[in-house]
């Protein structure tokens, strides 16, 4: 019999299958097939393994070997190389900034795997989502056989308590104490809700963890179920994530099959079933109260609190809600116990934090880390640094309903309370990076356009008010604000929180009123000396030929789209800025270094 | 597939899937190496590298990993097969048949102890 000598993790997560991953796979398997090796090795596809940035990945084992950027074409060469020869093809290794590239596996050895603890996304990337055998080998269902046979429910609510936990999509209420109000109210009918709505710009943590590992939020909304004395529940996701869907059905479908799911759990008597529900894609859907209007098949527009949906939910019946990510800590926190948790993280935000690092940062992707880890731990050791020797300004947390944190802050630590502090909040946990190119003003502006689009327009506030503030923003960043203009943003900010209906408009002026107590000098530049610090408001800028650079090589000349830019060959060139559309063509083309921005 | 009842059936599951998926534990306390060159298949390595891996199975030993290597220049010593242990110099074995690979199992890995009438060279070539 021929016995298995290596096993292949493929990555496929969503960044990798779109990098490329289906055909590298296709590739590798032709490779093996080619010379004969598909007896004695193993192919696994498994959940994101957190570096996009360096994907499509793919670990060997035993060894460990962890290969990067992958092209279908590489694969003839790492099977006959590697697998065949045991020779490590150094090429497509993941490098290690700074050191040499390493043959070991850089799980052991990388600063952006060994900083990370991970808890809610401690499979992704290690098991096969699709086989509910390996989501067992790694202690699956171990946690909803503990809760049926030994534990009562009151008992898992006061673990849950214990533990510090608190809710992972924004807020940070307790979980603990959310299950006991809910299982508290009286009620036959019961329901468990699954906020997989994520809608941030910048976040995937939700999707990655779905994608890697459903079988853990099929077992922790179990477990919720039986805690809180539901038998129903539903998994609200958008339809932008067919693959989180798919594997998710599978998950129920091979969970039923084996008793673990459905009628008559283990045969301890408990049943729990659970359906999908698609979302359009609306933002305000991830607000708890305009979620369950969805669930209901209504249009998705948040109810007025209290009453609370621990009260009155789905249908009118008592209902919890948690996020994806709070759910994949359960099943760890009941087999490991609450202490074993409430020692990691800081005093008052225990656990870990699953991070998506975007924007203009070295290695873009998913991290799982401690609370209270340093803002420039994130920046430099995680995430590798600002690309392009540029320097870091700022960073913006909790998405389009957060505020971001300058580089003064960077010593922050990372937590509910101290970003709080600092005007932001933990959101979702999307991290978008800024460096100095980026203007502060065109960011807030961007934040409040995504939600004036995204306003459900059922209170007034939010519908009107925040419409308002973008208006201002736009003559701001066309160089036409007054200073009056920045009391008006800062007055109907907290107007527009104070009074709207919802999460969405309560944090929606957040960018704005961040980035004016911050960056409040940019926003002056543009008012007083109708200048864009940062060079990108293109009302505010006019790009330039440096004389002595140019060599008249005609090449901006060519690429120039609307034709604004004249001069013979050999001769120096001249931008016309009445004709400029500031596409930024000529700058990208130029080898000379003879463009430049200027902001007067 | 029968309905999982109890925890002793989720147990067995679990020790079944973890076997076949040892493979993905890098953190292993030590390394062999089986040469795979042409020489050392010539000389029979195939039937050495099975018999490694069933030997450990048999004794449920699963902190070593076996991997192949190329040919290490040892051709008229083939079969060889190198033994890594954190922290502890390389070992190198020549003429290992299925029969001596049982000792260098038993006397090296279990208790410890240089089989010396196989080996090569001490340290890294």
Redo the contacts between chains.
Sequence with gaps: MPIETNTILMCAGGACISAGEESCLDALKRSIEKYGLGDVTRIVETGCMGMCDAGPLMVIYPEGVFYQKLEAKDMETIVSEHLLKGRVVEAKLLESPGKEVKITSPFDEHPFFTRQVKIATRNMGVIDPLSIEEYIAHDGYFALTKVLTEMSPEQVVEVLKKSGLRGRGGAGFPTGLKWELTRKVPGKEKFVLCNADEGDPGAFMDRSILEGDPHTILEAMAIAGYAVGANKGYIYIRAEYPLAIERLREGIRQAKEMGLFGENILGSGFSFDLEIRMGAGAFVCGEETALIESVEGKRGQPRVKPPFPAEVGLWGKPTLNNNVETYANIPSIILKGAEWFSRIGTEKSKGTKVFCLAGKIQNTGLVEVPMGITLKEMVYDIGGGIPGNKEFKAVQTGGPSGGCIPKEHLDTSIDYESLRELGTMMGSGGMIFMDEETCMVDVAKYFLEFSVDESCGKCNPCREGTRVMYEILQRITSGEGTMEDLDTLENLGKMIMDTSLCGLGQSAPQPVISTLRYFREEYEAHIREGKCPAKVCRPLIRYEVIPENCVGCTACARVCPVNAISGAVKKVHEIDPEICTRCGSCISVCRFGAIHIVSP | ?A?????EE?MK??E???K??S??????KG?L?VA??TCGIAAGAKDT??AL??ELADKNIQDF??????CMGLCDVEPTVKVEIESQEPIVYGHVTPAQVKRIVQQHLVEGKVVSDLLIKKGEL
């Design positions: 597939m309905k999982v009842k109890s925890l989720l599951i679990k079944q899937t973890v076949g998926m493979l993905r534990d890098s953190s292993k390394k190496l795979m060159g590298y099975q891996v069933s990993a076996v991997l192949q290597s190329g």
